[in-house]
T-cell receptor
Framework: GAVVSQHPSWVICKSGTSVKIECRSL??????MFWYRQFPKQSLMLMAT?????????EQGVEKDKFLINHASLTLSTLTVTSAHPEDSSFYIC????????????FGPGTRLLVL | QKEVEQDPGPLSVPEGAIVSLNCTYS??????FMWYRQYSRKGPELLMY????GNKEDGRFTAQVDKSSKYISLFIRDSQPSDSATYLC????????????FGTGTQLKVEL
């Protein structure tokens, strides 16, 4: 299957700082990438859809000014958590569909964020 | 009511048992169904992808879809300790490469 990577895998930061998470499709081009958040023992909740060359589409309740998404190329999307607070501590996972509409999407290994 | 309901478990079975995992959904627009396996602190891994009602088999895994009942299942035969993980069902109205709605996941433990 297609490979999606994320960096970093683990980050600890102080409250009020910003954190950038990268999501890369390694062996395919992705015009669309998805960003999910997962709290302990809960399912994945879609935060936003990242579109190459255009603005991201955010799900209801997700603050676009707090979670900045940039999809600068066909293989890279970044999520920046601005002015992070302890309640932003979570597992952030990106995914990308590798091809046609009928295909599914492949997930990155996730980034664990801990805000102190 | 959530769009997708999944029993969170935990479900504990002996090695070699047949495991049945289920999800129900309320949105009749869902046409694409997936099962993912997620190990602790890792990203989800695609196991099965189905579109039509009926069964689809892949090795020890069988996915079953009943659109009339809005019910999907994943069966694992000859379960192994390495199958211990959380299993997430996911669904989409517009294709597996588009917005997915996930169940809460079922935690499975296969014991020796």
């Amino acid at each position: 299957g297609a490979v999606v990577s994320q960096h970093p895998s683990w980050v600890i930061c102080k409250s009020g700082t910003s954190v950038k998470i990268e999501c890369r499709s390694l062996d395919f081009q992705a015009t669309t990438m998805f960003w999910y958040r997962q709290f302990p023992k809960q399912s994945l909740m879609l935060m936003a859809t990242s579109n190459e060359g255009s603005k991201a589409t955010y799900e209801q309740g997700v603050e676009k000014d707090k979670f900045l998404i940039n999809h600068a190329s066909l293989t890279l999307s970044t999520l920046t958590v601005t002015s992070a607070h302890p309640e932003d501590s979570s597992f952030y996972i990106c995914s990308a569909p590798p091809g046609t509409r009928e295909e599914t999407q492949y997930f990155g290994p996730g980034t664990r964020l801990l805000v102190l | 009511q959530k769009e997708v309901e999944q029993d969170p478990g935990p479900l504990s079975v002996p090695e070699g048992a047949i495991v049945s995992l289920n999800c129900t959904y309320s949105n009749s627009a869902f046409q694409y169904f997936m099962w993912y396996r997620q190990y602790s602190r890792k990203g989800p891994e695609l196991l099965m992808y189905t579109y039509s009602s009926g069964n689809k088999e892949d090795g020890r895994f069988t996915a079953q879809v009943d659109k009339s009942s809005k019910y999907i299942s994943l069966f694992i035969r000859d379960s192994q300790p390495s199958d211990s993980a959380t299993y997430l069902c996911a669904m989409s109205a517009t294709g597996g490469g588009n917005k997915l709605t996930f169940g809460t996941g079922t935690q499975l433990k296969v014991e020796l």
